[in-house]
Every structure is written in structure tokens, then in C-alpha cells.
């Protein structure tokens, strides 16, 4: 039988990536692999909220776990900037979809940083990844 489903409310602060990692590790009854994707997808949307998510307040982001079948990740969170994310992913998804050769990390000079790398990680290691706006609060779904 498999564990339920199971959550963390984290302040977004990479001061909190410890916690974040322990709830991964001591999930029960899932297989190392869908561990270990899970927690990917997971540290790198955190991170993204953490870096650049825009709010009034400490921002306070629900990570939730479903075991499944399918294994099912939720991050939510409130932003001023949920749309610039939506984009990014978007971007992301169609550099994903490009031939091989024309897949190497997308560099914005005017940022001087690469860009989407987080997210082309967790489209990598998901067989899918959905946004969802809300009025209070943004979803992030990751399905293995």
C-alpha cells in the first residue's frame, strides 16, 4: 500500500532547503529514482520562487506530495509576477522541443545569466508539468 499524501509549509528562504530535502528523504514507500526526481523538480521550483517570485511578505510556499500512481508533486505560492514564470516555463518547454544542437542553455545578455535551466530540469525529469493562477495563490503541478 502506498504512504499518503504528505506536505510541508517552507518561508521561501534558501535558509529552508534542509527541510525541504528532508521531507523528500524520509517519504516512505516510494522508489529511490521517483525520490530522487521528485526532489529535483522540487529544489528547483523552490529555488525559482525563492529567486524570483515577487510578494508583499515573506512568502510562504505549500509543497505537497501524492504518492500515486502517478507520483504527483504541488507547489503552491503567492506572486505579484506568477505570469513571468508561466512564460519562462513556456520558454522553456519550447527550447526543450528544438533539435538537439539547438538545445544548449539559453544565455540572455541583458541578464547576463542563463535562462530556464531549473525548469528544463524539471520538464527533464517529469512526464509533465502544469500552472494553474489563482486569485490568492499559484499551483505548480509535477507529474512522474
Known amino acids: ?3 499518503p499524501a504528505a506536505g ?4 521561501a528562504d534558501y535558509a529552508e532547503l534542509p527541510r525541504l530535502e528532508r521531507f523528500f528523504d524520509d517519504f516512505p514507500d516510494i522508489a529511490e529514482r521517483d525520490r530522487m526526481r521528485a526532489r529535483i523538480a522540487a529544489t528547483e521550483l523552490f529555488d525559482n ?6 510578494d508583499p511578505r515573506p512568502a510562504r510556499v505549500s509543497i505537497r506530495l501524492s504518492p500515486g500512481p502517478p507520483l504527483k508533486l504541488d507547489l503552491s505560492y503567492k506572486s505579484t509576477n ?17 533539435p ?4 544548449a542553455p539559453r544565455y540572455a545578455a541583458d ?10 530540469m524539471c ?3 517529469a512526464s509533465g508539468v502544469t500552472t494553474q493562477a489563482g486569485l490568492f495563490r499559484h499551483l505548480v503541478s509535477v507529474v512522474f
Do not use: Q, W
Request: glycine share 4%; net charge positive; charged share 20%.
Open 49 to 54: 520562487v525563492v529567486a524570483h517570485a515577487r
Open 82 to 98: 506568477f505570469p513571468e514564470f508561466e512564460a519562462e516555463l513556456a520558454a522553456a518547454r519550447a527550447h526543450a522541443a528544438l
Open 123 to 125: 520538464l527533464a525529469v
Open 8 to 11: 510541508i509549509v517552507l518561508i
Open 1 to 3: 500500500m502506498c504512504a
Open 111 to 120: 541578464d547576463r545569466r542563463y535562462r530556464g535551466l531549473g525548469l528544463t
Open 100 to 103: 538537439s544542437p539547438s538545445r
